[in-house]
């Protein structure tokens, strides 16, 4: 751990931020001094920064069933009537990346929600360890909770602002597993794009089931994008999904990007392919457009 302290020092003295903020600054903040361990070495020379200009932009709380959720919010400033884009999160939490990735959405228009989906369980940056990280908070969030609070950001999206009518739900790793999970369990929502998240899995009280459980009944369309090199996701799952899809006769489709490993979209750790990121995003866009949610 003291060799990843080094490497993160000697990363954010060499690089500055456009704005002046300082580097370490930044990351802490944003992310979260545990969440930067867990990662090193960040690709700080490629993090995408989008601006506010011309945004709404924040963090909020949604009431779920007497929890506060955070939820980092963005959108045109002063739109209404906007389609609504659902982020959901790594493992990682809602840090930086994520709340750019929202920012993104609202430049093109879209109202953009990324909901803390693990706030009642623990705070991923006080971690220094993914495996610690694991244990102590990600495996311990019930799915069904988990579809509860998007319910409930859904909810609030249509009452402000948003058009319930055009929703769509986009997640990335864990995230991905979600966006499968959610476009089963809300028929309402007219697309989804999950990211490199897991297709199979053990079952338990808390994740009774996995996307290769209800892809064969699945009636919203899903655009899954995934890395041909990724070590965590193997291809024959990839493959099962694709059958099981096929069977139920899903408009679903299934991108492999061969180059890439996992997390290729992430533009702040080293497992980012530049290429495969932007046509990832095109193809997001793209699918979001075609089933409605533009």
């Not at 041909?228 to 694709?242: A, E, R, Y």
Request: proline letters at 5%; one cysteine or more.
């Amino acid at each position: 751990m003291q060799d990843l302290k080094e490497d993160f020092d000697s990363l954010v003295a060499r690089t500055p931020l456009s704005d002046g903020m300082d580097r370490r600054t930044f990351l802490q903040t944003a992310l979260g001094t545990g969440f930067a361990a867990a990662v090193l070495p960040v690709a700080a020379q490629s993090m995408i920064k989008t601006d506010t200009a011309g945004l709404t932009a924040g963090e909020m709380k949604i009431s779920v069933n007497g929890h506060a959720v955070p939820v980092y919010r963005a959108q045109p400033e002063g739109k209404k009537d906007l389609p609504v884009v659902i982020v959901v999160s790594e493992i990682f939490g809602v840090h930086e990346h994520i709340a750019d990735v929202a920012r993104r959405f609202a430049k093109l228009g879209y109202l953009a929600l990324a909901p803390d989906l693990f706030i009642r369980q623990g705070n991923p940056a006080a971690y220094s360890s993914i495996p610690e990280l694991m244990k102590e908070v990600v495996s311990k969030v019930p799915d069904q909770q988990v579809m509860e609070d998007l319910d409930a950001v859904v909810a609030w999206a249509g009452q402000n602002g948003g058009n319930a009518g055009k929703v769509g739900i986009t997640g990335f790793c864990w995230g991905g597993r979600i966006t499968w999970l959610y476009c089963a369990h809300n028929p309402k929502v007219k697309a989804g794009v999950a990211w490199y998240g897991r297709l199979v899995g053990d079952k338990n009280a808390r994740t009774p089931q996995h996307p290769v459980d209800i892809a064969a009944d699945l009636k919203v369309p899903v655009l899954g994008l995934y890395g041909g090199k990724d070590s965590g996701i193997p291809l024959d799952t990839v493959d099962k999904m694709k059958v099981a899809l096929a069977e139920g006769g899903s408009k679903s489709e299934i991108v492999v990007f061969p180059d890439s490993g996992h997390a290729f979209h992430a533009d702040y750790r080293p497992s980012y392919v530049e290429a495969d990121a932007k046509e990832g995003w095109k193809r997001c866009l793209a699918w979001f457009r075609q089933h409605g949610v533009a």
